[in-house]
């Protein structure tokens, strides 16, 4: 399985953007990469997905390499309440488990 | 939009005592899975099924814990005899059956075990 490293945490002010990346050297191919953003006492909540370039939703974008051995998250404008822990999940489908990382706790400061 | 649901939100028990948590994954979703969380910690992978039986687990699933879909719609997780160090988080989750569907997470059951 595809083990991440992120950074353990960051901190950045209101109306930056925030880029954390993982690593995730041993990618398999049929390995997607999903980023997910956990608050405290809650379950983690799916934030983006992709399996290579870019891809971009209404909250989020996601950049990797063509070598995929990482992936960035780029949050735009951040506020307050994007304070949370956010991990990178790279998805075996194949054998149906999937391993969290650390995490990177983002403290966003007003 | 659907959601995983959890329940209790709460489960407080005495060592030794056995429990089952609860979850309701998304009605179309064909796998299924338990992570734990201990305070301050990562998510840890349990287990995940599919096609009523077990796909994966963690060493972590040991012969204390059991999985079951009894009907079409419930995914509950047995903890047999309770061990103080089973306090933690439980979450649930599911996905759809297409290559690279997300996990979608419920909110989690806290045990606690006294």
């Known amino acids: 399985l595809a083990k991440t490293t992120q950074p353990i945490s960051m901190d950045s002010y209101e109306g930056q953007e925030v880029n954390i990346t993982c690593s995730h050297n041993n990618i398999a191919t049929n390995d997607y990469i999903t980023w997910y953003q956990q608050f405290p006492s809650q379950g983690p909540r799916f934030i983006i997905q992709?399996?290579?370039t870019k891809v971009t939703n209404e909250v989020a974008s996601l950049f990797i390499p063509a070598d995929r051995k990482s992936s960035t998250l780029s949050l735009p404008r951040v506020s307050l309440s994007d304070t949370a822990v956010y991990y990178c999940?790279?998805?075996?489908?194949?054998?149906?488990?999937?391993?969290f990382g650390s995490g990177t706790k983002l403290n966003v400061k007003p | 939009e659907p959601e995983v649901t959890q329940t209790p939100s709460h489960q407080v028990t005495q060592m030794g005592q056995e429990v089952i948590l609860r979850c309701v994954p998304i009605s179309n979703h064909l796998y299924f899975y338990w992570y734990r969380q201990i305070l301050g910690q990562k998510v840890e992978f349990l287990v995940s099924?599919?096609?009523?039986?077990?796909?994966?687990k963690s060493e972590i699933f040991d012969d204390q814990f059991s999985v079951e879909r009894p009907d079409g719609s419930n995914f509950t997780l047995k903890i047999r005899s309770t061990k103080l160090e089973d306090s933690a988080m439980y979450f649930c989750?599911?996905?759809?059956?297409?290559?690279?569907?997300?996990?979608?997470f419920g909110n989690g059951t806290r045990l606690t075990v006294t």
């Open positions: 999940l790279v998805g075996s489908y194949n054998f149906n488990k999937f391993y």
């Open positions: 989750a599911s996905r759809g059956g297409l290559p690279g569907a997300p996990l979608h």
């Open positions: 099924f599919y096609n009523n039986e077990i796909s994966e």
């Open positions: 992709g399996y290579k």
